[in-house]
Each structure stands twice: as structure tokens, then as C-alpha cells.
């Protein structure tokens, strides 16, 4: 049995429901009559008091089920390359090493201000501020590079050691750089294509189906006001159901047309091939870094071993 709370719910649903159809067929009619007749169709299509519903065709049907498709994968895929236009996508800066970084910028500007540096050129007490937090490395490849870059700093150059750091550094830098540059690619020629199609081409889609929908709604409120038409009135309704008829068929092929170039469009492939592309030379190229420094740091590696082992 359903509770009172149950029953507001449930007029509270359908409050809002008609609250939008009305809102979405007042464009299509000045007539309040026709919009009145309109949402009383609806209302029996919603309660199941009505089966006389005018069906689209099954041609119609076939394209919104490939444009809904499309338009999940255009929605799927912009979740996932918007990541490329964030920093550091690929790691987790650790906060604690920023907090020591702000920390350590706090203790030195204070400390310079109890040295006699806190006193501007007119005199007046200078407030030491923290300096700008040092920037964190845009990706993994490059905080690598920054451990391998500060851990060789002081070192001796001429020790293996220290020079496979500085070569593990450089690699890693260059392969951050190309990361980066594949984030941009992925976003110019991916990210901003796929958004472009997904609030135009597949957009004005569905703003025509939507269309149909209250179109056929008037069609099929016409159909049922002329079934109920007195003697006197059946040749001014058999006129208005022949109109919203027209007008259904004429949406309908609008329609199927706006989804036909959403389904033929070519873009979406285009799309995967550059988000291909773009991975690839970002893959090939840190192949060949790491493949090029593989053999250096072996060769240092036995360097290091024959100068550590203890003479005879």
C-alpha cells in the first residue's frame, strides 16, 4: 500500500514531468487548447490508458540506437582525454615534499629577516613571505629526471655513478618532453574534435528527435480528437490531424537525415587514428631513449664494478 509520502513523491515526479513538456510545447503551439490536448495525450501514454500510439519507423529506430551509440563513445572517450590536459596525470605529486619545499622557503625568508634584511629601502618592517613553491615536475618522466638530476648534483663528475644519474636524467627528461608534446597532440587534433561533433553534429540530432517526439505527441492528440469529433466538427479536426501529420512525416525525415550524418560522419576515425598516432611517437620515441641508454649504464655499471674491486 502505498504511504502518503509515496503519493507526494510520485505527484512530485509528475509535477516535473509536465512541467517540462509544457515548457518544451509552448514553442510548437500558441494554441493552449492544442497544448492542453497535447499533455493529455501524453498523460494517457504515461498511464498505459492509451495504446493508440503512432510507431516511427523501424529505419528511424535502427539510426537512434547507432547515434546513441556514437554519442556514449564521444561521451566515454572526452572523460579519458581530458586527462591529457592536466599535469602530472600519470603521478601523485607526494604533498609532504611540497610542504617541506614551502617549509624550507618560510625558515630561509625568516631567517633573513632576523639577519637585518627585514627593512625595505624606506624603512618600513618587511614581512617575509614563503617563495614560490618550486614547480612540480608535469609528469612521471620527469620527476624521475629531477630524482636522478639532484641526487648527481655535488657528486664527482668523473665517477660512474654520477654519470649514469646525469644520463638516466637526460633521458627521462627527454622523454617527459615527449609526453608533453603528446598531451597537446591528443588535445588539439582528439580532445577538441571529439567536443566540436558532440555539441554540433550530434546535438542538432537529438534536438531533432526531440522534435518528433512532440510532434508525433500532436499528431497522435489529433488522431484522437478526431475519433471523438462531433458530426460538425469532424472536417475542421480531419483538417488539423491531416496538418500534424504532415508535419510528423517532415520531422521524422529531418530527423533521420540529422542522424544519418552522425552515423556517416568519418570524424570518429579519424579521431582514434590521431589518439593512435599521437600514443605511438610518444611510445617510439622513449623506446628508443631507454634502448639507447640500456647499454651505457651496463658499460658504466662494469666501469664501476672493476674500479670498486679491491686491488691484488
Known amino acids: 500500500?502505498?504511504?502518503?509520502?509515496?503519493?507526494?513523491?510520485?505527484?512530485?515526479?509528475?509535477?516535473?514531468?509536465?512541467?517540462?513538456?509544457?515548457?518544451?510545447?509552448?514553442?510548437?503551439?500558441?494554441?493552449a487548447a492544442k497544448r492542453v490536448?497535447?499533455?493529455?495525450?501524453?498523460?494517457?501514454?504515461?498511464?498505459?490508458?492509451?495504446?493508440?500510439?503512432?510507431?516511427?519507423?523501424?529505419k528511424y529506430r535502427e539510426l537512434e540506437e547507432k547515434v546513441d551509440k556514437i554519442r556514449v563513445m564521444h561521451e566515454s572517450l572526452l572523460k579519458l582525454t581530458i586527462n591529457f590536459q592536466k599535469p602530472h596525470y600519470d603521478y601523485a605529486p607526494h604533498i609532504s615534499e611540497t610542504a617541506k619545499d614551502v617549509a624550507a622557503s618560510v625558515r630561509?625568508?625568516?631567517?633573513?629577516?632576523?639577519?637585518g634584511g627585514g627593512?625595505?629601502?624606506?624603512?618600513?618592517?618587511?614581512?617575509?613571505h614563503p617563495s614560490?613553491?618550486?614547480?612540480?615536475?608535469?609528469?612521471?618522466?620527469?620527476?624521475?629526471?629531477?630524482?636522478?638530476k639532484t641526487a648527481a648534483t655535488g657528486m664527482n663528475p668523473q665517477e660512474p655513478f654520477t654519470v649514469t644519474l646525469e644520463k638516466i636524467a637526460d633521458a627521462y627528461e627527454t622523454i617527459g618532453h615527449t609526453r608533453v608534446k603528446m598531451d597537446t597532440e591528443i588535445t588539439q587534433s582528439v580532445h577538441a574534435?571529439?567536443?566540436?561533433?558532440?555539441?554540433?553534429?550530434?546535438?542538432?540530432?537529438?534536438?531533432?528527435?526531440r522534435h518528433v517526439s512532440l510532434v508525433r505527441l500532436n499528431y497522435d492528440s489529433a488522431r484522437a480528437k478526431l475519433?471523438?469529433?462531433?458530426?460538425?466538427?469532424?472536417?475542421?479536426?480531419?483538417?488539423?490531424?491531416?496538418?500534424?501529420?504532415?508535419a510528423f512525416v517532415a520531422a521524422v525525415d529531418d530527423a533521420m537525415s540529422k542522424m544519418a550524418l552522425v552515423v556517416d560522419s568519418?570524424?570518429?576515425?579519424?579521431?582514434?587514428?590521431?589518439?593512435?598516432?599521437?600514443?605511438?611517437?610518444?611510445?617510439?620515441?622513449?623506446?628508443?631513449?631507454?634502448?639507447?641508454?640500456?647499454?651505457?649504464?651496463?658499460?658504466?655499471?662494469?666501469?664501476?664494478?672493476?674500479l670498486k674491486a679491491p686491488s691484488v
Do not use: C
Open 37 to 58: 490536448s497535447m499533455g493529455v495525450q501524453f498523460a494517457k501514454e504515461k498511464l498505459g490508458s492509451t495504446t493508440d500510439v503512432t510507431e516511427l519507423p523501424p
Open 108 to 115: 630561509d625568508g625568516w631567517s633573513s629577516f632576523m639577519a
Open 227 to 246: 475519433k471523438t469529433a462531433k458530426p460538425q466538427q469532424e472536417d475542421a479536426a480531419r483538417a488539423e490531424m491531416e496538418a500534424t501529420e504532415d
Open 1 to 31: 500500500m502505498a504511504t502518503t509520502s509515496d503519493s507526494q513523491t510520485l505527484r512530485g515526479k509528475a509535477s516535473m514531468t509536465f512541467a517540462s513538456l509544457a515548457s518544451q510545447l509552448k514553442p510548437l503551439s500558441n494554441d
Open 132 to 148: 614560490t613553491k618550486e614547480e612540480i615536475p608535469p609528469s612521471l618522466s620527469h620527476a624521475i629526471s629531477k630524482v636522478a
Open 266 to 306: 568519418t570524424e570518429p576515425i579519424k579521431n582514434w587514428a590521431k589518439l593512435v598516432e599521437a600514443q605511438l611517437a610518444y611510445y617510439k620515441q622513449a623506446h628508443e631513449v631507454l634502448a639507447g641508454l640500456v647499454p651505457e649504464i651496463e658499460e658504466l655499471m662494469v666501469t664501476n664494478e672493476a
Open 119 to 128: 627593512m625595505d629601502q624606506n624603512g618600513r618592517t618587511s614581512v617575509p
Open 193 to 209: 574534435p571529439l567536443t566540436t561533433t558532440l555539441n554540433q553534429l550530434i546535438a542538432h540530432a537529438t534536438k531533432a528527435r
